[in-house]
């Protein structure tokens, strides 16, 4: 039984050798599902040859032009509509500063050629002179709220005009 010794302790070294084999391999493959899963390659896209592309890009050009032509005479219309409109501010407005700068002068020049003696109708003037001032500040302010008008108009068709020069340079690419 004395030689059987090392033959048996050989043997328990072998079994504790594949044992620890056997948990190395077990978390080697525990997760070999999942990396199976992720390994996978999937075809996002397909590839098509350069003539077919060259024509479906034409085909959609062909078809995209006609549109962008006619929204381009839109835009260009109510381009010109604005700038109508504009002018037509522009011209009301100075209409209405040259309304006001008459009003004053001719109050002025009134007021220089009749004295007024009595405090009485210095106080008339006086209140005359508050309304005229009302009314000069709420022309002014809407002298203001116009050109805020006609500038924020301004700047809309000044984009719409990018967007549109960017639409005509990424169709004609």
Do not use: C, W
């Not at 032509?69 to 002018?87: D, K, P, V």
Request: hydrophobic share 35%; charged share 30%.
């Amino acid at each position: 039984m004395s030689s059987l010794g090392p033959a048996v302790s050989s043997l328990r070294s072998s079994i504790s050798l594949l044992e620890s084999s056997i948990n190395l391999l077990d978390t080697g493959v525990s997760d070999y599902r999942r990396l199976q899963k992720v390994l996978t390659t999937q075809q996002h896209f397909e590839l098509l040859p350069e003539p077919t592309l060259r024509t479906a890009q034409q085909s959609i050009l062909d078809e995209i032009t006609p549109a962008i032509s006619g929204l381009l005479g839109t835009a260009e219309a109510h381009i010109t509509q604005l700038a109508r409109r504009e002018e037509s501010l522009r011209a009301r407005s100075e209409l209405l500063e040259g309304r006001v700068e008459s009003d004053r002068r001719r109050r002025d020049s009134a007021l220089e050629a009749k004295p007024m003696p009595d405090r009485a109708r210095q106080g008339s003037g006086k209140h005359v002179n508050d309304v005229k001032a009302l009314e000069l500040k709420r022309l002014r302010q809407k002298k203001e709220r116009l050109q805020y008008a006609v500038g924020r108009l301004e700047l809309e068709s000044r984009q719409r005009q990018r967007e549109l020069r960017k639409s005509m340079a990424a169709v004609k690419d």
